[in-house]
Nanobody
């Protein structure tokens, strides 16, 4: 079992930055792929970014590419989402998630929510115009 706790959300003006953190319990987190997803009011939850268990592979939704950066520190069991040039449309609850399937590839990551079996409680990000 892995427990995930997000932090770092808040209120920021458009153009500003935030860094979200995802603290994981359990040594096995370093073996899991990790993803960030978000859900805006009245919308379905959507993929934001993902990173392979090794950190060698990353992927982003087109809407955040070039503005957001996903990373992880396996020694500390923490994942991050650096968000720059924030826009009002980035306003949402942000969730981190872990994919516990064994992935031999160092670069494999999934953008599919169904592949993630552990989820955090979410952190609110609000971007004002």
């Amino acid at each position: 079992q892995v427990q995930l706790v997000e932090s770092g959300g808040g209120l920021v003006q458009a153009g500003g930055s935030l860094r979200l953190s995802c603290a994981a319990s359990g040594r096995t987190f370093r073996s899991y792929g990790m993803g960030w997803f978000r859900q805006a009011p009245g919308k379905e939850r959507e993929f934001v970014a993902a990173i392979s268990w090794s950190g060698d592979g990353t992927g982003y939704a087109d809407s955040v590419k070039g503005r957001f950066t996903i990373s992880r520190d396996n020694a500390k069991n923490i994942g991050y989402l650096q968000m720059n040039s924030l826009k009002p449309e980035d306003t949402a609850v942000y969730y981190c998630a872990a994919d516990s399937a064994i992935r031999y590839s160092r670069t494999y990551f999934s953008a599919n929510q169904g592949d993630y079996d552990f989820w955090g409680q979410g952190t609110q990000v609000t971007v004002s115009s």
